[in-house]
């Protein structure tokens, strides 16, 4: 007999292991993480709700917003590395490959210019219409 799965959809083709680490990752914010989570938490970023550290597959996004199809990333130094960078590109792909927008802000960006990054963040919700997908069992 098969074992019927639990787990909602979002969440079905993620590692197990990663629940604990997306766990650890919420509680060892980045200060950047730190700031946009206070501006996106508790839906008061328009009305949105926005998980963080969101499994996703394989991968864990920054934060999710399901409603509207999109993921932020916020790139810390070590982004700038060739091996992370050739991951980044993979993991972008399998992103965007599931019909989500994904944001990429530099860790500075958040810092020095939170009202830009909230203004893109804000005409992506307006403007992005994910592609029409085949529903996943």
Request: net charge positive.
């Amino acid at each position: 007999m098969k074992e019927k799965n639990t787990l909602p959809p979002m969440f079905r083709n993620a590692p197990p292991k990663h629940f604990s680490f997306a766990r650890t990752l919420r509680l060892n914010e980045t200060p950047a993480e730190k700031i946009l989570w206070d501006k996106l938490k508790n839906k008061q970023f328009h009305g949105l709700k926005w998980r963080r550290q969101h499994l996703f597959g394989k991968y864990i996004l920054d934060f999710f917003c399901q409603a509207k199809s999109i993921s932020i990333e916020l790139d810390g130094a070590y982004h700038f590395t060739p091996e992370q960078q050739e991951y980044d590109a993979i993991r972008t792909e399998f992103i965007r490959n599931a019909g989500l927008l994904e944001l990429r802000f530099t860790n500075s960006e958040i810092e020095n210019n939170l009202e830009g990054v909230l203004r893109q963040i804000k005409h992506a919700c307006d403007n992005y219409i994910p592609p029409a997908l085949p529903l996943l069992e």
